[in-house]
């Protein structure tokens, strides 16, 4: 079975430009999660999609949004990009959102610099 | 909410020394406890969770941790570290599925860098 899988791997883009990151979870999976990873603020929660509705949104401004589509792919945008969005940003699926036994199964990521 | 504290950002212990990565929480509900594991330029692996039941919980490689409700904490343990264990742990939690916790919404802690020399 295929993992969750992220790309690009790597992008570099300039400030204020827009960007959009792609995820398909593992086969089967319905609820993607994306976090944005930097060596300053760890791991934060960014949103989470099942069956194509957004179902939580972290701390983020505006300009981070996201969708899932009917195959429960996940794309993220980010729009007039800043210096500080430079960042691992990762994406995770599961099963089902809820529900005590579930794991998140982590991509590895797309890393993304802004010049 | 929930908020995570990991003490250390970095342990260095040599090969087949025991280690301790600290973890404590807040949180005004019940909540689900997890730690992660990131290899170098790789996403995330689950390395242990606690739901619920048992405090001691065993992971894989040879992990485990302890669910202390009393002192909000959730160290990771295990007792002879290898090469290959270097990496970076996160602990993170998240609010238990009665109070409206999500399995995608976790929050983390900023990371332990393990090291383990030869």
């Known amino acids: 079975k295929a993992g969750v899988t992220q790309t690009p791997r790597y992008l570099i883009k300039t400030r204020g430009q827009q960007v959009t990151l792609s995820c398909s979870p593992i086969?089967?999976?319905?609820?993607v999660s994306w976090y944005q990873q930097t060596p300053g603020q760890g791991l934060q929660f960014l949103f989470e999609y099942f069956s194509e509705t957004q179902r939580n949104k972290g701390n983020f401004p505006g300009r981070f949004s996201g969708r899932q589509f009917s195959n429960s792919r996940s794309e993220m945008n980010v729009s007039t990009l800043e210096l500080g969005d430079s960042a691992l940003y990762l994406c995770?699926?599961?099963?089902?959102?809820?529900?005590?036994?579930?794991?998140?199964?982590f991509g590895s990521g797309t890393q993304l610099s802004v010049l | 909410a929930q908020s995570v504290t990991q003490l250390d950002s970095q342990v260095p212990v040599f090969e087949e020394a025991p280690v301790e990565l600290r973890c404590n929480y807040s949180?005004?509900?019940?909540?689900?406890l997890f730690w992660y594991v990131q290899y170098p330029n790789q996403g995330l692996q689950l390395l242990l969770k606690y739901l619920s039941g048992s405090t001691l919980v065993k992971g894989i490689n040879g992990f485990e941790a302890e669910f202390n409700k009393s002192q909000t904490s959730f160290h990771l343990r295990k007792p002879s570290v290898h090469i290959s264990d270097t990496a970076e742990y996160f602990c993170?939690?998240?609010?238990?599925?009665?109070?409206?916790?999500?399995?995608?919404?976790?929050?983390f802690g900023k990371g332990t860098k393990l090291s383990v020399k030869p």
């Open positions: 086969s089967g999976h319905r609820s």
């Open positions: 995770a699926s599961s099963l089902q959102p809820r529900g005590e036994g579930e794991k998140l199964f």
């Open positions: 993170a939690v998240s609010a238990a599925m009665n109070y409206g916790g999500s399995q995608g919404n976790l929050i």
């Open positions: 949180s005004s509900v019940s909540v689900y």
